[in-house]
C-alpha cells in the first residue's frame, strides 16, 4: 500500500525557519515525483511545486518560486519543504503527494504549520 | 484568483445527478487530456475521484464520472448519497511551467 506519512504540526514565530517531512512506502520512492500542495484556512488547494527524489530535479510553481525550498533524501525515502524566514501568510494546511501523469493518487495527512507572534 | 473556474456551490436531493463544471483555457484543460477532480471531506486530505479526464481508480464508485469539452471540464456525481457531500476540486496540467493548476472548489450539498 503507498503511503506518505508527514510530520506533526508546527507553531512558529515569524522570521523563523522550518522544515516538514514526507516519508513515502510502499512503492519504488526514486521512481515518482513528489509535490507539495498549500490550503490556506478555509481556502482551496495550491500546487506549489514537485522534486524528482532519483535526482532531484525540482519544478516550482511561479507563485511560489523563491519562497521556500523542496529537497528529497532517497536514501530514507523522505522529501522535504523548507522554508527559512517564515511570514504570517504561510499559515496553512501542507499536503504532500505522489504524482503521476499531473494527477496526485497519494496524499499524505497534511501538515498545519502556524506562523503567529 | 485560482486558475480552473468552478461554482462555488452546487446541490442535489439523495438519488438524484448532480454536474460541476470547471473551466480553463487552451493552455491547461483545453490543451491536455490530464484532468483530475479530488473529493475532500472537512478535516481530512484530499482523495482521487477522476484522472486523465474520465479514468476512475479503484475504489472509486462508478456514480462518478468525468467528461471534457473544449476549455471546461465536467465531474457528474449520480445516483447522490449523503456521504458525497463534500468540496471537490478539479485540477489540470497547465505546461512545462505551471505545471499543474486547481480549480477554486465547489462545495457540494446533498439536500
Known amino acids: 500500500e503507498v503511503q506518505l506519512v508527514q510530520s506533526g504540526a508546527e507553531v512558529k514565530k515569524p522570521g523563523e525557519s522550518l522544515k516538514i517531512s514526507c516519508k513515502g512506502s510502499?512503492?519504488?520512492?526514486?521512481?515518482?515525483?513528489i509535490g507539495w500542495v498549500r490550503q490556506m484556512p478555509g481556502k482551496g488547494l495550491e500546487w506549489m511545486g514537485i522534486?524528482?527524489?532519483?535526482?532531484?530535479?525540482?519544478r516550482n510553481s511561479p507563485s511560489f518560486q523563491g519562497q521556500v525550498t523542496l529537497s528529497a533524501d532517497k536514501s530514507i525515502s523522505t522529501a522535504y519543504l523548507q522554508w527559512s524566514s517564515l511570514k504570517a501568510s504561510d499559515t496553512a494546511m501542507y499536503y504532500c503527494?505522489?504524482?503521476?501523469?499531473?494527477?496526485?493518487?497519494?496524499w499524505g495527512q497534511g501538515t498545519l504549520v502556524t506562523v503567529s507572534s | 484568483q485560482s486558475a480552473l473556474t468552478q461554482p462555488p456551490s452546487a446541490s442535489g436531493s439523495p438519488g438524484q445527478s448532480v454536474t460541476i463544471s470547471c473551466t480553463g483555457t487552451s493552455s491547461d484543460i483545453g490543451g491536455y487530456n490530464y484532468v483530475s477532480w479530488y473529493q475532500q471531506h472537512p478535516g481530512k486530505a484530499p482523495n482521487l475521484m477522476i484522472y486523465e479526464v474520465t479514468k476512475r481508480p479503484s475504489g472509486v464508485p462508478d456514480r462518478f464520472s468525468g467528461s471534457k469539452s473544449g476549455n471546461t471540464a465536467s465531474l457528474t456525481v449520480s445516483g447522490l448519497q449523503a456521504e458525497d457531500e463534500a468540496d471537490y476540486y478539479c485540477?489540470?496540467?497547465?505546461?512545462?511551467?505551471?505545471?499543474?493548476?486547481f480549480g477554486g472548489g465547489t462545495k457540494l450539498t446533498v439536500l
Open positions: 503527494v505522489r504524482e503521476v501523469n499531473s494527477y496526485f493518487d497519494s
Open positions: 510502499g512503492y519504488s520512492f526514486t521512481n515518482y515525483w
Open positions: 522534486i524528482y527524489p532519483g535526482d532531484s530535479s525540482t
Open positions: 485540477s489540470s496540467h497547465a505546461g512545462r511551467n505551471n505545471f499543474v493548476v
